[in-house]
């Protein structure tokens, strides 16, 4: 028998039919016509025939999700080659919980490869959050450092499918449903880190988009008095005076990722110990502390904020935190807890403290009822902190510091002859950004009996800011603009957040 002859014997022994595939790999046979569609399943056609080699398919079946078929291996650690090489990466990188048999193939390794790189490197650089969205021709990874998206790579558009089910897998999230948004979540671990990584998918044009929230769970949560905070000793003395309070209703107010929940936090820590019943309704619970009751809100067991906050009420607390005021009976809920002995903080998303008082107002909420529960209303936003290491003197154009300076004489500030502007160029250790790490701007309301009266009569928001900085509150501009002028941040960051067509209130 010839050599030639031989080989094309055990290619033919090697190869088998349609109906044998189907067979080997448990679907029938219409699924794998639809697979073979989908580029899921490698076959050759022989004349009219389908034909399949036997060991594809064997190294299909241990596949965990089929897109990894279509991975080219060598194409996408290519890709990842260069990140790779930049990376320092921990001594120790384990997900938890591990899980059994994955990755088997050598498809799948390549993409738990993929995903181990995009995580290190958003480790590495301190990012809260990772991106993860298809183009036409790419699929684009980005990672949001100090609020702020920055592209860490673009990768082949064919990798997107495989990619994004390979985080699914990890994130217990169904891999078979892309037509809907999808939420999970999981954990790394990263030498003597543990990150909760909240993970969220939806459909898009391209391919479904992926979002990865990366959690510290040994995170350090500030105290109020820690610097980082960034609080002026005027605005602190005021948070605090509403925390000692025996009994009242404390708002913290911006828009998403803006250290809401930090500042509840720390704020938490003022009044928590084991004299008082303190308790927690959160969707999620980040942070635990000793001497509370916390409570994860579970939508799909039934178990929301409403019930949550009816069923905490039977267990005689003294303070409670409720996550966030999202609907009408919560609210009312949170005034008449208030109103009956208890200190009970929250989230609003609000523009601004008068804001987050019409806010109120516009759900439904009695404004007497409001009125005589609320104790204090904080809203504040998050700049990114001038860069330490390349910062230099700096002097903003009129055009962008005029019109801020007016916004802050009317919150209260004025701007001193001797003010030191700063910036920074951008260097290495700020990615050529010009800034590294973020604290905060605040305007602190302090509810008094002008104030009162103003919200009893559902006065307007502007009403309600100038009564307020009437009695010593510094608006969010006013804020920002001491900041710039102490070079912990800049004129145009500040004008970033807080651009001349958003209201004062």
């Not at 459909?203 to 960034?230: C, N, W």
């Not at 003197?393 to 055009?399: E, G, K, V, W």
């Amino acid at each position: 028998m010839t050599r030639k002859r031989a080989a094309r014997e055990e290619t033919s022994e090697d190869m088998v039919s349609l109906d044998e595939a189907a067979g080997v790999l448990g679907v029938s046979r219409s699924t794998l016509q639809r697979m073979l569609k989908q580029g899921n399943v490698r076959g050759f056609k022989v004349g009219r025939q389908w034909r399949f080699r036997r060991g594809d398919l064997d190294k299909f079946g241990r596949m965990t999700h089929p897109s990894a078929a279509a991975v080219n291996v060598t194409e996408l650690d290519s890709a990842f080659a260069d990140l790779q090489a930049q990376l320092k990466g921990p001594s120790e990188f384990k997900f938890d919980p591990p899980i059994p048999g994955y990755p088997a193939a050598e498809e799948e390794q390549a993409i738990e490869r993929a995903i181990r790189g995009i995580l290190f490197a958003a480790v590495e650089a301190g990012a809260t959050d990772v991106h993860i969205d298809a183009e036409r021709r790419e699929t684009v990874v980005r990672h949001r450092i100090d609020g702020v998206l920055h592209e860490l790579m673009r990768i082949p558009a064919s990798v997107h499918k495989a990619l994004v089910a390979g985080i699914k897998v990890h994130a217990g999230i169904p891999v078979d449903q892309p037509q809907t948004n999808q939420d999970g979540r999981f954990r790394v671990r990263c030498d003597s880190k543990e990150f909760d990584l909240r993970t969220a998918t939806m459909p898009a044009i391209f391919g479904e988009s992926v979002v990865m929230r990366l959690l510290d769970q040994k995170a350090y949560v500030p105290t109020l008095d820690d610097p980082h905070l960034g609080m002026a000793a005027r605005d602190l003395e005021r948070f605090k005076r509403a925390l000692v309070a025996p009994m009242g209703l404390i708002i913290v107010s911006g828009p998403s990722g803006c250290g809401k929940t930090t500042l509840l936090y720390a704020g938490l820590q003022e009044v928590i110990g084991p004299e008082k019943k303190t308790m927690t309704v959160e969707d999620p619970v980040e942070f635990s502390f000793h001497w509370a009751t916390q409570a994860a809100v579970n939508v799909k067991a039934g178990f929301t904020y409403e019930h949550a906050v009816r069923a905490l009420m039977r267990h005689d607390p003294d303070v409670v935190m409720i996550g966030e005021l999202r609907t009408l009976p919560v609210a009312e809920m949170a005034c008449q807890i208030a109103l009956t002995g208890h200190l009970l903080m929250s989230v609003l998303h609000a523009s601004s403290a008068a804001g987050a008082i019409h806010r109120l107002l516009d759900m439904g909420l009695e404004p007497f009822v409001l009125s005589e529960s609320l104790l204090c209303v904080v809203s504040l936003r998050l700049v990114r902190r001038v860069c330490a290491k390349c910062v230099q003197p700096d002097q903003p154009p009129f055009s962008v510091l005029a019109p801020l300076v007016e916004r802050a004489q009317a919150g209260g500030y004025q701007l001193p002859e001797n003010a030191s502007f700063r910036r920074g160029p951008g260097c290495e250790a700020c990615r050529k950004s010009g800034y590294r790490g973020r604290t905060g701007i605040y305007e602190v309301m302090e509810i008094n009996p002008e104030l009162q009266r103003l919200i009893a009569a559902r006065a307007p928001a502007d009403a309600l800011r100038q009564a307020a900085v009437r009695n010593g509150m510094t608006t969010l501009a006013a804020d920002g603009l001491r900041k710039a002028a102490e070079g912990i941040t800049t004129v145009a960051e500040v004008a970033r957040l807080l651009p001349p067509g958003q209201p004062e209130a």
